[in-house]
């Protein structure tokens, strides 16, 4: 005999009105108490002895009665409850038995019953029958069930080369760059496989109980992105190289670079250089040109007072001797033998040799290594770390070295600032005329209608300018907030800090008045400490 679950029913006799308890069987559940309450209740039985049927309840061990009140009530049906979740994924009834007399319930009255309620997909009659022939009461059954929608799979495309170089050069054991050995590319040759596309699938919708359309999730489809040198299959499904190069991926679209080979200086017999591709220069770069690339540069001789702009990486294999003149930008890496008297801005990381008289930022790592590592004046800044063996000299050179802000952010904070003032200075000099248009009119004299017309746009400049105002200081304040609240920056100094030398960490400043040798130095809370490496 199957398990079956405690339930009770409603008695009528001479006296009153009796409830019978019966226990559950062969592990079946218990009556629960508060559905008998709400049965009761239901069936407009308010007032009964709730202490002793609880008492009953608990102490329960075979089919008992207990008298409810002394009235009599005409025969209850066999009654049923209808639960529907949220979801709306499946019907669940349970079920109550009639009282002697009482009408007990068809499958057609049940199937009724869950129209009504507003069930049209998924009625399991399977499930009706089975009530209908073993009728076990205070028993779920499940008499609908939804279709569940099969949910698809984003779009993903595989990239099948390395999209995640390090660029950065190879240390020799004496701590010196090793520019023979520079892994700055990803090559491909005519032919290859750059990427390949999987499609989305949309997947299928289900159908919920009240034969509701259940939508799948919304899937993310991708398309194959490239540049030029690169052509896609018919099915849209793979991209392949046209030409021997080197390939990148820059914000979700592969290029395929050549490279651009000047085998003389950039001077007055080149002109200026700008090229989609890499530049590869193997003698100087003169001073008053320029060379600007989309790709990666390589420059085997000096760079002088020069500009150089690279999509991707530069390296200066004999370094860069600015005189106050030249510039470097790079959205990577850069690397360089030696940095004197020039700007350096990489969105990647910077190593070098020697850094003098130089302003140099770098929102990743700046790493001056070698047998003497030192950076001697100008301002360096990096995001996240500067590791340098010496820093300043004996003379008390003036150097100011800054982590933990994005130079970037920096210079937008600044710029911000700059921009905030004008704009101040602007709504004070509009104000006056709006004042002194008011003076006018408050002292009787008579205003033409194009001086109306005039002040009217006046006074809404100066209520657009208030707005941008507002803007910008909103702007300002919560990138202020973001620049002052980093403290994950940190210098590492493997031999000596000189005095002179001016340490910032994001909000926090130490002025270096005493030497320090073998350090790391952090932000703690506003402070900075200093730490033996």
Do not use: W
């Not at 301002?379 to 003379?395: A, D, N, P, W």
């Amino acid at each position: 005999m199957s398990g079956r679950n405690g339930y009770f029913q409603i008695v009528h006799k001479d006296d009153g009105t009796y409830l019978k308890l019966i226990p559950a069987v062969n592990g079946g559940m218990p009556i629960i108490y508060d559905e008998l309450n709400d049965y009761l209740y239901d069936s407009k039985i308010y007032e009964y002895d709730k202490i002793a049927v609880g008492k009953t309840l608990a102490n329960l061990s075979g089919i008992t009665e207990v008298k409810l009140n002394s009235i009599t009530i005409s025969p209850l049906d066999e009654s049923m409850d209808i639960f529907i979740p949220e979801d709306r994924m499946h019907v669940r009834c349970r079920f109550y038995p009639p009282s002697e007399g009482g009408k007990v319930i068809t499958k057609e009255d049940i199937v009724d019953t869950l129209v009504r309620s507003g069930v049209k997909y998924g009625l399991d009659e399977l499930a009706i029958l089975q009530f209908i022939e073993e009728r076990k009461y205070c028993t779920d059954y499940i008499f609908a069930k939804a279709l569940p929608p099969v949910e698809g799979r984003d779009a993903t495309i595989t990239y099948h080369f390395n999209t995640d170089i390090s660029y950065k050069p190879k240390m020799n054991e004496d701590g010196t760059v090793d520019f023979h050995q520079l892994d700055l590319f990803s090559p491909c040759k005519k032919g290859d496989l750059l990427a390949t596309l999987t499609p989305m699938d949309t997947g299928k919708p289900g159908i919920d109980v009240y034969g509701t359309v259940i939508r799948p999730t919304k899937v993310r489809n991708l398309a194959l992105r490239h540049g030029k040198m690169i052509h896609i299959s018919e099915d849209g499904l793979n991209l392949y190289s046209d030409v021997d190069g080197h390939v990148t991926l820059v914000d979700g679209r592969v290029f395929v670079h050549n490279t651009y080979e000047i085998s003389t200086d950039v001077g007055a017999s080149t002109g200026d250089i700008d090229y989609d591709g890499n530049v590869y220069i193997k003698g100087n770069v003169i001073t008053g040109f320029s060379v600007k690339a989309k790709g990666n540069i390589e420059v085997n001789g000096v760079v002088e007072g020069a500009y150089i702009e690279a999509g991707g990486h530069v390296v200066l294999r004999r370094g860069i001797q600015g005189m106050n003149k030249g510039v470097i930008k790079a959205y990577g890496n850069i690397v360089s033998k030696f940095i004197e008297n020039a700007e350096v801005i990489a969105s990647g990381s910077i190593s070098t040799e020697t850094i003098l008289h130089s302003r140099v930022s770098a929102k990743g790592d700046i790493i001056v290594s070698s047998r003497k590592g030192f950076v001697t004046g100008g301002e360096i800044r990096s995001g996240t770390l500067i590791s340098v063996k010496t820093v300043g000299s004996s003379m008390g050179t003036n150097t100011v070295l800054e982590v933990g802000v994005d130079p970037q952010r920096t210079d937008q904070l600044r710029e911000l600032e700059v921009r905030i003032e004008k704009m101040r200075q602007e709504r004070e000099k509009i104000e006056q005329t709006i004042s002194l248009f008011r003076k006018k009119m408050s002292s009787g004299v008579q205003v033409k209608k194009e001086q109306l017309e005039l002040i009217k746009k006046v006074v809404q400049a100066n209520l657009n300018l208030e707005k941008q105002l507002n803007d910008t200081v909103k702007q300002y304040e919560e990138l202020k907030t973001e620049v002052e609240g980093n403290s994950q920056g940190k210098i590492e100094i493997s031999d000596v800090v000189y005095p002179g030398t001016k340490i910032v960490i994001s909000s926090a400043v130490y002025n270096v008045k005493d030497v320090i040798h073998h350090s790391r130095l952090v932000k703690d809370r506003a402070d900075i400490v200093i730490h033996p490496l």
